[in-house]
């Protein structure tokens, strides 16, 4: 019994109409994303907001409790001591953020996306300017409400990646750009990846790609009674508990990849919550660790199984089958090419394995300097295009494929780049543990996928939340964060033999 005492007992079901409204709030937005009709936003809106105040009023009800469990915490197991660590953390949020500063986060987001979206349209950035401005102002205040040490940023991070401050960041990115402008290097003399291939031009059927999307889901064994796949126009993962998970995917009808990896990416994430441990249902520690925890489930399952030579050779049948545009490519190397394309690019989402976290710590340096006054909002755009051109040698035409190009700053999500870094030194962590246990090229081949699974419940997936972050990288990889194990698995794929 992962809870007996009774004062958690009864911290635990004072917390379930809370988890009860936000499963309701995350299956509304699912259906916003995928079947909701489109003047329905409006009402939308107005039902998820009030939702969002019944919940933080609720949660009043949790702090009585909360306080005499808190107190009592040398009684408690790690499962009993993860729930108060956990409500503790929401208390903070809730009580410390004025609902007024909230309220105006929201609205400023909704007005400065329809902005933004005009202004990436002219590729202009001044029209953004005093939007961004303004949110960077309520995001800083928010910084000062919830409090932090040494850095206001390190508010920002906090809630994202519980623990994890600017100079985590900083020493990780210190040691990883040289170490990656170095693998680029020798990737580019060694010419083992082609930079570009005739696939990326070539259109395909969308029902057919459909059936594939479908049948990788069969082969990495997703269970049909509590998983399902749609179609949205940002790929996603949510669900309303374990035995729900729901992910999509999209079909841009062009360069098949991005699709099928899209379903691999948010599969990794699905697994993670369809192997949560059952005995934490319903309970504030039934989720993820954090959200470098749970990219990097969805990084490992893309990249290192989905774009390993076993996996490629697995579905290449499945591939030849359907597309029938394959034909002239039928050989396992040169689609294990395709799918591992190596070129410095300048939009984010397009890039490769070996360019992305360049991408992350231009985002994050710019973050940082904003919150601490080092750069102004000016002049954002000339060092975005001097760090770009200093990390992978290219410069923005425009505004619209530099600093325009994503949504995260008009949407509020400040603190939420850097954890798809963190993500995928999570990943490399788990590269460089797991192969002490397990052939991952060989059961990639074979589609036998459960050793790989049980080894990723066993160290992650059963805690949950249980324990922070940190603590648990240490407990079950054996390090704190370290960045090293990605190089080392990017220098063998690109540069090994
Ligand atoms: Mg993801």
């Known amino acids: 019994m992962a809870f007996s005492d009774p004062k958690i007992l009864e911290l635990i079901k004072a917390y379930r109409p809370i988890w009860a409204l936000s499963s309701s709030g995350a299956l509304l937005e699912w259906d916003l994303e995928v079947n ?38 040398k009684d408690l197991n790690d499962e009993e001591r993860g729930v108060v660590r956990i409500l503790e953390r929401m208390k903070k949020y809730y009580t410390r953020i004025p609902p007024e500063l909230l309220e105006e986060e929201q609205r400023l987001a909704v007005e400065a996306t329809i902005v933004w979206r005009e202004a990436r349209k002219k590729s202009d950035f001044n029209q953004f300017k005093p939007y961004l401005e303004r949110i960077l102002a309520l995001k800083i205040k928010e910084a000062e409400k919830l409090g932090y040490e040494n850095h206001p940023y390190n508010a920002m991070l906090d809630l994202g990646e519980e623990g994890f401050t600017v100079e985590d960041m900083d020493s990780m990115f210190s040691r990883m750009i040289p170490g990656l402008k170095k693998i680029l ?13 005739p696939l990326e031009e070539i259109k395909y059927d969308v029902g057919s790609m459909g059936v594939v999307n479908r049948e990788i889901t069969e082969i990495l064994d997703m269970p049909k009674d509590r998983f399902r796949m749609d179609t949205s126009t940002h790929p996603f993962m949510t669900g309303t508990s374990r035995d ?20 691999i990416h948010e599969s990794g994430h699905a697994i993670y919550e369809l192997q949560l441990d059952e005995k934490l249902n319903y309970t504030p520690v039934s989720q993820a660790a954090s959200t470098g925890f749970h990219e990097s489930q969805s990084r490992f399952w893309e990249n290192i199984i989905g774009r390993s030579k076993g996996f490629v050779t697995l579905i290449k049948p499945l591939l030849m089958k359907n597309l029938s545009f394959l034909a002239p490519y039928d050989d396992d190397n040169e689609l294990y090419q395709y799918v591992n394309l190596v070129r410095p690019g300048l939009i984010r989402v397009d890039a490769d394995e070996l360019t992305y976290n360049f991408h992350i710590a231009l985002r994050y340096e710019i973050e940082k300097k904003l919150f601490d006054g080092k750069l102004s909002v000016g002049e954002l755009p000339s060092m975005w295009n001097d760090t770009m051109s200093d990390y992978l040698g290219i410069t923005p035409h425009n505004d619209a494929e530099g600093v325009l190009q994503d949504i995260h700053w008009s949407g509020g999500s400040w603190g939420y780049f850097p954890t798809y870094s963190l993500g995928n030194i999570i990943g ?70």
């Open 36 to 73: 909701m009709p489109e003047r329905a936003s409006e009402s939308r809106g107005v039902i998820m907001a009030e939702l969002a105040l019944i919940r933080q009023d609720r949660m009043k009800s949790v702090y009585p409790i909360l306080e005499e469990a808190s107190a009592r915490s």
């Open 244 to 263: 729900d998970i729901r992910i999509t995917t999209r079909y841009e009808g062009v360069d098949f990849r991005n699709t099928m990896y899209s379903v």
């Open 185 to 197: 290097e020798k990737t580019r003399v060694a010419k083992k990846f082609p930079s570009r291939h």
């Open 428 to 497: 490399g962590m788990i590269w460089h543990n797991i192969r002490k246990d397990l052939d991952l090229e060989e059961l990639a081949a074979k589609g036998n996928f459960t050793p790989i699974k049980t080894w990723l419940y066993d160290r992650i997936h059963r805690w949950g939340a249980i324990y922070p972050p940190k603590e648990l990288a240490r407990k079950t990889l054996g390090e704190s964060y370290n960045p090293e194990r990605m190089l080392q698995y990017l220098e063998q794929k690109y540069v090994g033999k």
